[in-house]
């Protein structure tokens, strides 16, 4: 081995390491091991001095090997390695040896013991420095552009916010419009805003805005990443209808489609299935763009080879094409926000509620649809079954959410949004017709954000019935469904005849796993999209350059959702802006010396990171996807694959200088 | 080559390989909460437990190490998605070599989050009595 001049620089952490360990004996042992020219110790070594102290030295002395003995790597192993960088020194050279945590801290009461164990963690490090190698840090650029992924509220915002920065924005919507849930929503809480009036000025800005290239009936359907850029590979889906579409709404009109007498029925998905929609449509009135989609799933024309020409033939401005192809495109993006939302839980497993057997029972989005005055029921509540007005409703919360654990059919988590959208739905219903009786069941009722409890109070007051107590069953007897619930607060079973049934549904994530797996995202046991870290990096994800907002994270109202994307937006300016980025040093290489082509680290590799180049019969890392965790390493028969700065002679080292017996030469 | 004892002590010596996420994470959390656990536990810090050769298992037992407990991610949490699977795989296959040199019941395999530093600091310490009951490791005494 070289000789190597290796400094060791120990802290006192201002009392929190030199009250316990004996500072002086850990550098007294430090300088006798081998390479170590330098063994010093210092008050504070994250201060300003003590920086100052460790570059000077590195420069005097030309180190080129640190150890700083101090607190966790987790607290300053990067700040101590970019100083060491500044010096002049491979930052890859430096090592922390851990004798806060581990030692001072974990076991104060016996300060000789934390002294010998700082001592052989000390040395620990030292020999594996000395093992090390320096490291070229490699850069890529960033590929100016960002792909927002979803046109809900989340994406529309984040859009508008990238847009305004400059950046060129892509967004990509999988139906024919943007406005996602929060366009059917009715009205909003706490405010009870009409929801369209404040999203429909947003979508007309993000459609409108001169950096936002907005692709609707689009779907990404592959995804490749190389240094510093993403290519999405997305499927535009064939409209059937030109730009030279006017609106003028006469082909929906004599679509035969959904009238009485077709026998092809089309569920509304605007209308959340309370309505049927026709097989040429605007989604809804403010829909963005203004153009009409022909579902061909459901088109005469295309289900009974050319039948009906209908549409084509009533259109005043030939905007009808029945040839249009699937087209793919290729976007090249530095960073992608994964905006793709929630979808309505489908309550149906749940028979005691009987939804999907009786037209009575529907969810809160149904009763969304009903509250609005565009909608079927132009904004009274009824029954469906015959489109009376409901006079006694019940309300269900936690359906599909808090379930038990392990239940398949539900979910575990609470949708954090159900209570407020039912003392939304409720208050509405009693404002336009207060003798109608409504009931929340609830399990707890959760009025967390600002403004809810108000609201909730409010509710109360305009006479909302609250029982503590979740439905045994949900019955059908006459007109009516017998509603059967223990309150929990007096004990008394109570059997309320309802003539509606409004099931709070949870909210789950939208069917997106093909999309996720194609960026390599993972998932929180939950379903949604996994976070880099829940508490304090909830917008960035383990894939540098994707971000992720609203509910594709997690159930959030659209205040929450609004915020994130927001600062999802934040977060992906910041790293478009700094124009390259850095790639983590520390994965796997090979040495061709050794390799077989065995192809047993490609079959361990959860990344993706490494394949087997047929022509030169060698495995090749790719730089940008490994994550340097080291499973390879260990399924490697010729040890041709490492880790760097995990290398076995490195990690063997540290092995030898801590454990209890000694090799003498 | 002659072999010396570094540490006179009848304490269990215990080599903890911890994964950088959770295990190391978890130790941290100890310290920082000042909850103790014996000093005869030293850590070696790997990006994950799946990096954990059994060579390094065989290694520390080589050099005197009474136990090896290794500490990584709970399953299903592992920050490389399944690396901690994949040392579950190598421990049990290097605990057969071991059985076969009298080490039986010397390795371990835990789980503790980065949250969890009461939980390592009980590993640790239950780790260490249980070696304590099966005595200085035959290799040591050799």
């Not at chain 1, 159900?418 to 017709?433: E, N």
Request: proline share 6%; hydrophobic share 40%.
């Amino acid at each position: 081995m070289t000789e190597r001049k290796v400094g060791v620089f120990i802290c006192h952490c201002g009392g929190n390491i030199s009250d316990v360990v004996d500072v002086k004996a850990v550098r007294e042992d430090a300088a006798k091991r081998e390479d170590v020219v330098l063994a010093t110790d210092f008050r504070f070594m994250c201060s300003n001095e003590g920086q100052e102290r460790l570059q000077k030295e590195i420069r005097d002395r030309g180190l080129d090997g640190v150890v700083v003995a101090c607190c966790t790597p987790k607290m300053y192993e990067d700040l101590f390695r970019g100083q060491a960088g500044e010096a002049g020194m491979n930052p890859y050279l430096l090592e922390i040896a851990n004798i806060r945590e581990q030692c001072s801290y974990a076991h104060r009461h016996e300060p000789a013991k934390a002294t010998e164990k700082a001592k052989l963690l000390v040395g620990a490090q030292v020999e594996k420095v000395r093992r090390l190698r320096p490291l070229d840090v490699k850069t890529a650029a960033i590929q100016p552009g960002v792909a927002v992924i979803g046109g809900g509220i989340a994406g529309i915002h984040a859009s508008i916010l990238l847009g305004s920065l400059g950046h060129k924005v892509t967004l990509i919507e999988k139906s024919p419009t943007i406005g996602g849930n929060m366009a059917r929503t009715v009205k909003t809480f706490p405010t009870d805003d009409c929801a369209m009036c404040t999203l429909s000025p947003k979508m007309n800005e993000a459609y409108n805005h001169p950096n936002v290239d907005l692709l609707t009936y689009a779907e990404v359907v592959d995804a490749r990443r190389s240094p510093g850029k993403f290519t999405l590979t997305v499927e535009k889906k064939p409209r059937y209808v030109t730009d030279a579409c006017i609106g003028c709404n006469r082909c929906t009109e004599k679509c035969p489609i959904s009238t009485a007498k077709s026998p092809i029925q089309v569920d509304s998905e605007w209308d959340a299935g309370l309505q049927r929609r026709k097989a040429i449509y605007l989604p809804f009135p403010q829909a963005l763009p203004q153009l009409w989609t022909i579902d061909a799933d459901h088109c005469f024309y295309f289900q009974r080879d050319g039948a009906c020409r209908i549409c084509a033939k009533v259109c005043p401005a030939n905007a009808i094409d029945y040839t249009m192809k699937p087209e793919r495109v290729d976007i090249e993006v530095g960073a992608v926000i994964v905006a793709t939302g929630f979808r309505e839980y489908d309550p149906t497993p749940l028979r005691h509620l009987a939804y999907g057997r009786h037209p009575n029972v529907v969810t809160q989005m149904q009763a969304a649809r009903m509250l609005d005055s565009m909608g079927p029921t132009h904004g009274s509540v009824a029954r469906p079954s015959d489109g009376k007005p409901a006079d006694t409703i019940v309300m269900v919360q936690c359906v599909g959410s808090r379930g038990a654990p392990g239940d398949p059919s539900v979910h575990e988590y609470c949708s954090r949004v159900c209570c407020m959208v039912a003392v939304k739905h409720a208050q509405l219903i009693k404002k336009a017709r207060p003798d109608t009786e409504v009931y929340i069941l609830y399990n707890d009722l959760r009025a967390y954000g600002k403004g809810f409890e108000e609201y909730y109070a409010h509710s109360m007051e305009l006479g909302v019935k609250y029982v503590r107590g979740l439905p045994g069953s949900v019955r059908p007897q006459g007109e009516k469904l017998l509603v059967d619930v223990d309150d929990m607060l007096t004990g008394r079973r109570l059997r309320i005849p309802a003539d509606l049934v409004v099931l709070s549904a949870a909210l789950e994530p939208s069917p997106v796993d093909d999309l996720l797996a194609a960026l390599h995202l993972d998932k929180t046991p939950d379903g949604f999209v996994k976070e880099y870290h829940a508490k304090i990096n909830p917008t960035e994800t383990q894939v540098k350059g994707v971000f992720v907002a609203g509910c594709a994270q997690g159930p959030k109202d659209i205040t929450d959702t609004i915020a994130q994307a927001g600062a999802a937006a934040m977060s992906a300016a910041v790293f478009l802006g700094s124009g390259e980025m850095t790639l983590n040093p520390l994965i796997a290489e090979i040495d061709p010396a050794l390799c077989r082509a065995c192809d047993r680290c490609t079959e361990v590799c959860e990344f993706d990171a490494v394949h087997v180049d047929p022509g030169r019969l060698l495995a090749v890392v790719d730089e940008t996807a490994c994550e340097g965790c080291g499973k390879c390493t260990v399924v490697c028969p010729t040890g041709a694959i490492t880790v760097r700065q995990f290398k076995r002679p490195q990690i063997v080292a540290s092995i030898d200088a801590l454990a209890p017996l000694a090799v003498a030469p | 080559m002659t072999v010396v004892a570094r540490l006179a002590t009848d304490e269990p010596q215990i080599l903890a390989f911890c994964c950088n996420w959770c295990g190391y994470a978890a130790a941290d959390q100890a310290g920082a909460a000042k909850i103790e656990y014996p000093s005869s536990v030293k850590i070696v810090r790997l990006m994950c437990t799946g990096m954990t050769d059994p060579y390094y298992v065989l290694r520390a037992f080589e050099r005197g190490f009474d136990g090896v407990l290794i500490v990584g991610c709970h399953p299903g949490s592992c920050h490389y998605k399944s690396g901690n699977l994949q040392a579950k795989d190598q421990v049990e296959r290097v605990s057969t070599v071991l059985r076969g040199l009298g080490l039986e019941g010397r390795l371990k395999m835990t789980a503790a989050s980065a949250s969890e530093g009461p939980q390592f600091a009980a590993a640790a310490t239950e780790f260490t009595e249980q070696v304590r009951k099966l005595g200085p490791s035959p290799l040591r005494e050799a």
